[in-house]
């Protein structure tokens, strides 16, 4: 069972892009027949091919509809620039991740009894602590605990 002694849910962060980034400035980058990358609903990129680009103001948060390469034509779908890959688009940045927090686990000695948070269930168990590493190698997993019951 993974467990931690005290930590939020972790963060997805998701690629973005730069607040200057016009969509419909880079759609005309795209023309009928481009071969890229797109986003399908799965949240992967598979391969696929541009079928129409539109400057309509109707159409300028997915301002592109592709065709999934060896798909039917019902699986066409518009989509905005930042669910497409391709060398004609520029690369979405990745959001800087946020520093790990730091625990201060000087606190915690061997016997030290506590409650630890099972992932897997999101309750807390009671549990003793048997070692606390200061290593670098155990820096993922410092505490060592064994369950109480």
Same mark, same amino acid.
């Given at each position: 069972?993974? $467990?931690?002694? #005290?930590?939020?849910?972790?963060? *997805?962060?998701?690629?973005? &892009?730069?607040?200057?980034? =016009?969509?419909? /400035?880079?759609?005309?980058?795209?023309?009928?027949?481009?071969k890229l990358?797109?986003?399908?609903?799965?949240?992967?990129?598979?391969?696929?091919?541009?079928?129409?680009?539109?400057?309509s103001d109707?159409?300028?948060?997915?301002?592109?509809?592709?065709?999934?390469?060896?798909?039917?034509? $019902?699986?066409? #779908?518009?989509?905005?620039?930042? *669910?497409?890959?391709?060398? &004609?688009?520029?690369?979405? =940045?990745?959001? /800087?991740?946020?520093?790990?927090?730091?625990?201060?686990?000087?606190?915690?000695?061997?016997?030290?009894?506590?409650?630890?948070?099972?992932?897997?269930?999101?309750?807390?168990?009671?549990?003793?602590?048997?070692?606390?590493?200061?290593?670098?190698?155990?820096?993922?997993?410092?505490?060592?605990?064994?369950?109480?019951?």
């Amino acid at each position: 069972i993974r $467990s931690r002694l #005290s930590c939020g849910p972790p963060h *997805k962060f998701a690629p973005s &892009l730069p607040a200057s980034f =016009k969509f419909g /400035a880079m759609a005309d980058k795209l023309e009928v027949g481009v071969k890229l990358q797109a986003m399908y609903t799965d949240g992967e990129f598979y391969p696929a091919e541009v079928v129409a680009v539109s400057d309509s103001d109707k159409r300028k948060k997915a301002p592109v509809k592709v065709h999934f390469v060896g798909y039917e034509a $019902s699986d066409d #779908s518009w989509m905005s620039l930042d *669910k497409l890959k391709s060398k &004609l688009l520029p690369k979405a =940045k990745a959001k /800087a991740k946020a520093k790990a927090k730091e625990f201060d686990y000087s606190g915690l000695e061997k016997g030290m009894k506590c409650n630890v948070l099972a992932e897997e269930e999101g309750k807390f168990f009671p549990a003793e602590v048997v070692t606390v590493s200061t290593g670098k190698g155990k820096a993922s997993a410092p505490v060592k605990i064994h369950w109480v019951g």
